[in-house]
Nanobody
Framework: QVQLVESGGGSVQAGGSLRLSCAASLYRVSGYSMAWFRQSPGKEREGVACIRTDGRTAYTDSVKGRFTISRDNAKNNLYLQMNSLTPEDTAVYYC?????????????????WGQGTQVTVSS
């Protein structure tokens, strides 16, 4: 059974940093592309960053230069380093995975999802 478990969320002041982790119970996690999404109350879930099996990445414009997605296949972990946080980054952050070497910031192709971790940024 595929399981994705996020951790690392919390409350931080604007300008601060957080590092999210996602532990993946996937057979051959190296064969999966993975991503981070986020959802604020009343808003659609949006793609934040994704990483292909070959390590190439993509980011939504609002986080470029501030967030970094990375993966450690040996540990079956996905990470999101978030710096220079603003109140607009407040959301529940979700880890997602789907088999194949690609990278997308739309929700539909991903079949595997975690339960989410709350990030709250105060001004």
């Amino acid at each position: 059974q595929v399981q994705l478990v996020e951790s690392g969320g919390g409350s931080v002041q604007a300008g601060g940093s957080l590092r999210l982790s996602c532990a993946a119970s996937l057979y051959r996690v190296s064969g999966y592309s993975m991503a981070w999404f986020r959802q604020s109350p009343g808003k659609e879930r949006e793609g934040v960053a994704c990483i292909r099996t070959d390590g190439r990445t993509a980011y939504t414009d609002s986080v470029k230069g501030r967030f970094t997605i990375s993966r450690d296949n040996a540990k079956n972990n996905l990470y999101l380093q978030m710096n220079s946080l603003t109140p607009e980054d407040t959301a529940v952050y979700y880890c997602a995975a789907e088999y194949g070497n690609w990278c997308g910031l739309v929700r539909a192709p991903y079949n595997y999802w975690g339960q989410g971790t709350q990030v709250t940024v105060s001004s």
